[in-house]
């Protein structure tokens, strides 16, 4: 089991930054990848981006490449997504997923390509 908590959400002005983290606890070794999903009101829930837990490859939405910024650290069993110059329409509860050895790793950009989640966090942008 693995089970993964995000913070960092909160109210934030247009064109500000947040940092958001992601704690993974239970069997981190057997993660093989990590990634960001949003969440609008009344909308599904859509791909930010995602890297590998032990690798450096990173793929991330056109609607935040080179705003949004996933890092990891391994040695804490953490995941962070910087965001910068923040818009009203990044607006949603922001979570964290991971997928572990022996799934398919097809999908990296839905839902279905992730076995665990976290509750989310919310992140509001004012204009």
């Not at 690798?55 to 890092?71: E, H, L, M, P």
Request: with cysteine; aromatic share 12%.
């Amino acid at each position: 089991q693995v089970q993964l908590v995000e913070s960092g959400g909160e109210l934030v002005q247009a064109g500000g930054s947040l940092r958001l983290s992601c704690v993974i606890s239970g069997r981190a070794s057997s993660i093989v990848r990590v990634g960001w999903f949003r969440q609008a009101p009344g909308k599904e829930r859509t791909f930010v981006g995602r890297t590998w837990w032990s690798g450096t490859n990173t793929v991330y939405a056109d609607s935040v490449k080179g705003r949004f910024t996933i890092s990891r650290d391994n040695t804490k069993n953490a995941m962070y997504l910087q965001m910068n110059s923040l818009k009203s329409e990044d607006t949603a509860v922001y979570y964290c997923a991971a997928t572990i050895t022996g799934r398919s790793l097809a999908g990296f950009a839905t839902v279905a390509g992730y076995d665990y989640w976290g509750p989310g966090t919310q992140v509001t942008v004012t204009s």
